[in-house]
């Protein structure tokens, strides 16, 4: 079992900035890519950005350049930077890990940090 705790959401004007942050905790040691997911209102939930165990990053296209993604890995914890954000950026956002390797992996995810941006 792996348990992901996320927080740092908010209210924040446009243009502004939020750092999320998910700290793991439980059998972690199997875990080999985190990240975080979104879920707007009436959408699917999407990719934000993940990160390996050894640093490599995958980013939407979207959010490339605007969030970085990084892990303190002696914090068990992935940190979400988000700069220059915009309305649609307003969603729920959920940390997620991989555990395992297929065909034995298995996903783990947050309880999900609101993030509001205003205009």
């Known amino acids: 079992q792996v348990q992901l705790v996320g927080s740092g959401g908010g209210l924040v004007q446009a243009g502004g900035s939020l750092r999320l942050s998910c700290l793991a905790s439980?059998?972690?040691?199997?875990?080999?890519?985190m990240g975080w997911y979104r879920q707007a209102p009436g959408k699917q939930r999407e990719l934000v950005a993940t990160i390996t165990s050894d640093g490599r990053t995958n980013y939407t296209d979207s959010m490339e350049g605007r969030f970085t993604i990084s892990n303190d890995n002696a914090k068990n914890t992935v940190y979400l930077q988000m700069n220059s954000l915009k309305p649609e950026d307003t969603a729920v956002y959920y940390c997620?890990?991989?555990?395992?390797?297929?065909?034995?992996?298995?996903?783990?995810w947050g309880q999900g940090t609101q993030v509001t941006v205003s205009s």
């Open positions: 439980g059998s972690i040691a199997s875990v080999n890519v």
């Open positions: 997620y890990a991989k555990w395992g390797y297929q065909p034995d992996a298995y996903d783990y």
